[in-house]
């Protein structure tokens, strides 16, 4: 059975960092593209950045880019989220997706993890 489990987040200062961790049990990662999303409270699900299964490919949203970096170590079946001077705005619950599939004409990640919290604060 497919499982992915994030860690990493917490209670950070603006201009602080993180690194956040997504962990796959129960299959081999390297078949698959992973996104990270973020949700914040009262706000819909936003997608923050995308990684292919060999890695070659990346994107970012474009409030993200140059301060968050994706990677992954596929023997160690983890996607890393490398988040630099972060922001009151970044606050959010981050959750990775995998298992990306087309029903009736839309895409949709099958698989998620169970999230972790970043709160950026002074």
């Known amino acids: 059975q497919l499982q992915l489990m994030e860690s990493g987040g917490g209670l950070v200062q603006p201009g602080g960092s993180l690194r956040l961790s997504c962990a796959a049990s129960g299959f081999t990662l390297d078949h698959y593209a992973i996104k990270w999303y973020r949700q914040a409270p009262g706000k819909e699900r936003e997608g923050v950045s995308y990684?292919?299964?060999?890695?070659?490919?990346?994107n970012y949203t474009t409030s993200v880019k140059g301060r968050f970096t994706i990677s992954r170590d596929n023997a160690k079946r983890t996607v890393y989220l490398q988040m630099n001077g972060l922001k009151p705005d970044d606050t959010a619950t981050y959750y990775c997706?995998?298992?990306?599939?087309?029903?009736?004409?839309?895409?949709?990640?099958?698989?998620w993890g169970q999230g972790t919290q970043v709160t950026v604060s002074s």
């Open positions: 997706a995998a298992d990306y599939i087309i029903v009736d004409g839309k895409g949709q990640w099958r698989t």
């Open positions: 990684i292919s299964p060999s890695g070659d490919i990346t």
